[in-house]
């Protein structure tokens, strides 16, 4: 087993990456590897779902691999298996749990990159989500891709290499690797043989995830996934009548605030306590006045942090829900004009066939852009109930 076995349907990345981490190595050997292989700065792009983070995590554990008889990326050495996991002291992964990228975090992040490994290797920084930096948090970033320190390497990941993802001037100094959506058949072998899930779920995870690995990984083994998948399915069929619209658009936004809520509360609660513990909470004696003070504004900042990252769980909850209904409609269409493409909902072709009968070709394509609509105001910020509202009103009228 390999680092690059996390690296799902991406040989060309992983063939690239590989000979990067080998020049890598020699670099840190004394030796001088051929121009241009390693760089300082990488920019992974890909649709959601093709693994850009885990393609960074994978190159991270390459470049810290500490087994020297072979490519770097074993997989088992102390090096990549820390990276893999998030553990590694000189590896450093900035995913953004609010809706954007701070320039503060980002000013604190340049200046832990500029210290030496501690390893003696790389340090890596891994920046998730690059297209959510703000201004001051990419002009920050920029300064130090500008002018790396000597054993630093930058791994950013964004849907694109398009200005509105990640500026022109950060994009230059950058090597550009995009990755694809994996195939169906890519993302059930390594269901089965990094995650064990058992082929016959493996294979229909990979069907329905719309060549999205993290997705089909979750619909093989929660079964609450599974469910919520269904329900969201149901809504094209169940709009008989006007009531119909307000019951479905309350329970595709009370699935996506309950999904906030169980993924949240634990962490939640954990991030209050430690904080009012380091905050001298139940403490006795001189300056427990003084600082049960304090604690009350840094209890306010962390509750503000903690409503932006709910806010950004139910988003994306509320999306992974559009673009199911959005595959819905695309199968319907498929089915209506007699096409030959791949359904991504195949165990709902029953349910295409009968909305290809009842539709016009037309009425599908309203309904589509009813849900792409949709996805782009949720994206701009209208209120999720709003905007799901005035979608389903459409899903019903046709």
Not at 140 to 166: G, I, M, N, Q, Y
Not at 195 to 209: L, R
Request: charge should be neutral; glycine fraction near 8%; proline fraction near 5%.
């Amino acid at each position: 087993m390999s680092v690059w076995d996390e690296v799902v349907g991406q040989p060309d990345a992983v063939a690239t990456l590989s000979a990067a981490a080998e020049a890598a190595a020699m670099i840190v050997a004394g030796g001088t590897p051929a121009p241009g292989v390693m760089t300082h700065a990488w920019l992974f792009t890909g649709p959601p779902g093709s693994g850009r983070s885990s393609t960074a995590r994978a190159f991270a554990g390459a470049l810290q691999c500490v087994v020297t008889d072979d490519r770097p990326g074993c997989g088992e050495c102390t090096g990549c298996r820390t990276s893999l996991h998030g553990t590694h002291a000189d590896v450093r992964v900035v995913a953004p749990e609010g809706l954007s990228i701070s320039v503060a975090e980002m000013r604190s992040l340049v200046q832990i990159s500029a210290r030496r490994p501690t390893s003696g290797r790389w340090q890596v920084v891994i920046i998730e989500d690059a297209d959510r930096l703000t201004e001051g948090a990419a002009n920050a970033l920029l300064k130090a891709v500008e002018e790396p320190p000597e054993r630093t390497v930058f791994l950013l990941c964004a849907p694109s290499d398009h200005p509105d993802d990640v500026s022109v001037t950060i994009r230059s100094r950058c090597r550009l690797v995009s990755l694809g959506s994996p195939r169906p058949a890519a993302i059930a072998s390594a269901l089965e043989t990094v995650d064990g899930i058992a082929p016959e779920m493996a294979q229909w995870a990979a069907s329905v995830c719309g060549g999205h690995v993290g997705r089909a990984r979750r619909l093989a083994v929660d079964e609450q996934v599974r469910g919520r998948r269904e329900a969201v399915l149901r809504i094209p069929l169940a709009l008989r009548k006007p009531a119909d619209v307000f019951t479905c658009a309350d329970e595709l936004i009370k699935a996506a605030e309950e999904d906030a809520s169980t993924a949240n509360e634990a962490r939640n609660e954990a991030e209050r306590e430690a904080l009012e513990t380091a905050m001298g909470a139940g403490g006795t004696g001189k300056g427990t006045a003084a600082a049960t003070r304090g604690a009350k504004g840094a209890l306010k900042d962390l509750e503000k942090r903690q409503k932006s990252r709910a806010t950004r769980t139910q988003r994306d909850s509320l999306d992974t829900a559009l673009v199911d209904l959005a595959g819905f409609y695309r199968d319907a269409l498929v089915v209506h004009t007699g096409s030959e493409a791949a359904l991504m909902h195949p165990d709902r072709a029953s349910d295409s066939r009968t909305a290809a009968a009842q539709w016009s070709r037309e009425s599908i394509l309203r309904r589509l852009e009813a849900v792409l609509a949709c996805r782009e105001a949720i994206e701009v910020n209208v209120k999720p109930r709003i905007a799901i509202e005035a979608m389903v009103t459409t899903l019903h009228r046709g």
